[in-house]
Nanobody, 126 residues
Framework: QVQLVESGGGLVQPGGSLRLSCAASGFTSDYYVIGWFRQAPGKDREGVSCISSFDGSTYYAESVKGRFTFSRDNAWNTVYLQMNSLKPEDTAVYYC???????????????????WGQGTQVTVSL
């Protein structure tokens, strides 16, 4: 059973930074995609950034390009989302998710992911 556990959320002022972590275990597939998603109050869940273990391709939503960076450890046991220059509109519950995949990523589609973490709250406010 795949398990994902997020951590690192919190309250930060606009312009500040946070690093989210997602500890992953239980993979049975040779290749998979891992993504960071977020859901703000009253809004649909959206893809923030996704990476493929098949070819290393990475996707970033336009709203976070240049501010957020997706990284991982060598064993793909933990993935990270470094979030810089945070804005109030980045406030949301952030989720880590994964699914088996033998292709690269072009986007992060919520419906394509099978396993999800419990989420971690990020609040950007004065």
């Amino acid at each position: 059973q795949v398990q994902l556990v997020e951590s690192g959320g919190g309250l930060v002022q606009p312009g500040g930074s946070l690093r989210l972590s997602c500890a992953a275990s239980g993979f049975t597939s040779d290749y998979y995609v891992i993504g960071w998603f977020r859901q703000a109050p009253g809004k649909d869940r959206e893809g923030v950034s996704c990476i493929s273990s098949f070819d290393g391709s990475t996707y970033y939503a336009e709203s976070v390009k240049g501010r957020f960076t997706f990284s991982r450890d060598n064993a793909w046991n933990t993935v990270y989302l470094q979030m810089n220059s945070l804005k109030p509109e980045d406030t949301a519950v952030y989720y880590c998710a994964t699914t088996p995949s033998w292709i690269g990523v072009r986007e992060c589609e919520v419906d394509e992911y099978d396993w999800w973490g419990q989420g971690t709250q990020v609040t950007v406010s004065l």
